[in-house]
C-alpha cells in the first residue's frame, strides 16, 4: 500500500500538473516550440532550402555549418540541395506550401537532380562528346518529348 503523506511522494493533484494529466488521465498535446507554417511555408523548408543554398553559392563549406547557420539539420539541408538542383520550380512550390515532404520530394528528383548538376558543370566541350555519344536523335526525340 503507498502512503502519500512520506517524503518524496506527491499527492494527485500534483501528479497531474507534473505529468499534464486531466481528470480522465489522458494526455494534453503537448504545444510545439516551433510554428510549422510561416505565411504559409513550411518553416522547416525554408530553412533547409535557405541552407542548401548558401551550400551550393559557397558561402559555408560543410552541411553541418549550413545546417547551424539555418536552425535545420543535415539531412534536411541535403534533401534541399537535391530538390533546388532538379530546378523544378513547381515541385518547390510544393515542398515550401507542406503539400510534400522534403525527403519524398528528394527521392523523386534525385537522378533528375544529378543530370541537372552535371550538365550545368559540364563545358562546351564535354556537352559535345555527351551529345555524340547519347546521339542526336535521342536527343531530339528527348527535346520534343519534353516540350
Keep these: 500500500m503507498l502512503l502519500l503523506n512520506q517524503p518524496g511522494d506527491v499527492n494527485d493533484e500534483e501528479h ?4 499534464r494529466l486531466t481528470s480522465r488521465s489522458r494526455m ?3 504545444r510545439r ?4 507554417f510561416h505565411r504559409g511555408q513550411c518553416t522547416a523548408a525554408t530553412r533547409a532550402v535557405t541552407g542548401a ?8 563549406q560543410s552541411f553541418e555549418a ?4 539555418t536552425g535545420s539539420n543535415v539531412g534536411y539541408v541535403r534533401a534541399a540541395l537535391v530538390v533546388v538542383r532538379a530546378e523544378d520550380s513547381e515541385l518547390l512550390g510544393m515542398v515550401m506550401a507542406g503539400s510534400i515532404s522534403l525527403p519524398a520530394a528528394a527521392a523523386q528528383v534525385r537522378g533528375v537532380s544529378r543530370l541537372m548538376h552535371a550538365y ?3 563545358d562546351t566541350g564535354a556537352r559535345v562528346i555527351f ?7 535521342n536527343l ?7 516540350s
Excluded at 516550440?33 to 510549422?36: A, G, K, M
Design 66 to 69: 549550413a545546417a547551424i547557420c
Design 53 to 60: 543554398r548558401l551550400y551550393a553559392s559557397g558561402a559555408v
Design 16 to 19: 497531474r500538473l507534473r505529468h
Design 28 to 30: 494534453i498535446p503537448r
Design 140 to 146: 531530339l526525340e528527348l527535346a520534343c518529348a519534353a
Design 33 to 36: 516550440s516551433r510554428r510549422r
Design 120 to 122: 550545368r558543370e559540364a
Design 131 to 137: 551529345g555524340r555519344t547519347v546521339g542526336s536523335d
